[in-house]
């Protein structure tokens, strides 16, 4: 398996525009996570999903933010009007597991995206 | 807020210096997990503890996790340069999803 994957792996955009990052899960994981890492807040869980549902999405940090999974393949992270404090790694992991024991699943991280907005 | 602590934040060691990582809750935790993010990479997961006093090894890394479920522990032995990075807890705070911890970066000297 080719694991997590996803893109673009750095993105360059101005303050106001639309930035978009995609995500493609190990095949057969049912879950599906978005972090941001910052030297500042370190590791933050955004959104997850299972089974393309969206199950908490408590760490989205405002509305311009938005995440959509349509299949188990694909899932993307949408910030409109991005601005610079969005500057960021924005990591998508994916694990497989029963919801109970959900955090006691081995989660498996993508490369990630260097999102920079100037 | 932040609800996982770790310290230190930093340390530097020498090549074969041992290195300690100290991970503690403000909750008590079901469950810890241990990763490892290489300089520019994505964390990777190492281990995870489960039981109250839990003690695993792994090669030359040895993790615990402490009786009250609250702390965890990570000791690397002799430590080599391969084992630069920055280390992460993680662990359930009771919501069914893990809450990772501020990290530890070490560097090491040859």
């Known amino acids: 398996d080719a694991g997590v994957i996803q893109s673009p792996r750095h993105e360059v955009t101005e303050m106001g525009q639309e930035v978009t990052l995609r995500c493609k899960p190990i095949?057969?994981?049912?879950?599906l996570f978005w972090y941001r890492q910052t030297m500042m807040r370190g590791l933050e869980l955004l959104i997850y999903?299972?089974?393309?549902?969206?199950?908490?999405d408590s760490g989205m940090p405002e509305d311009r933010f938005s995440a959509k999974m349509p299949n188990a393949s694909f899932s993307t992270l949408k910030i409109q009007p991005s601005e610079p404090r969005d500057s960021a790694v924005y990591f998508c992991?994916?694990?497989?597991?029963?919801?109970?024991?959900?955090?006691?699943?081995?989660?498996?991280f993508g490369p990630g995206t260097r999102l920079t907005v100037t | 807020g932040q609800q996982v602590m770790q310290i230190p934040q930093y340390q530097h060691v020498q090549e074969g210096e041992d290195f300690t990582t100290y991970c503690n809750s403000s909750?008590?935790?079901?469950?810890i997990q241990w990763y490892k993010q290489r300089p520019g990479g994505h964390p990777v997961f190492l281990i995870q503890?489960?039981?109250?006093?839990e003690v695993k090894k792994q090669k030359r890394l040895t993790f615990q996790f402490g009786e009250a479920k609250k702390n965890s522990s990570l000791h690397i032995t002799a430590t080599q340069t391969t084992d630069v990075g920055t280390y992460f807890c993680a662990g359930d705070t009771g919501f069914q999803k893990l809450v990772f911890g501020t990290g530890t970066r070490l560097l090491v000297s040859p």
């Open positions: 095949s057969g994981h049912d879950y």
């Open positions: 503890l489960v039981k109250s006093g």
């Open positions: 909750t008590t935790l079901s469950n």
């Open positions: 999903f299972n089974n393309n549902v969206p199950i908490d």
């Open positions: 992991a994916s694990s497989s597991g029963q919801v109970q024991w959900l955090a006691r699943y081995e989660q498996y």
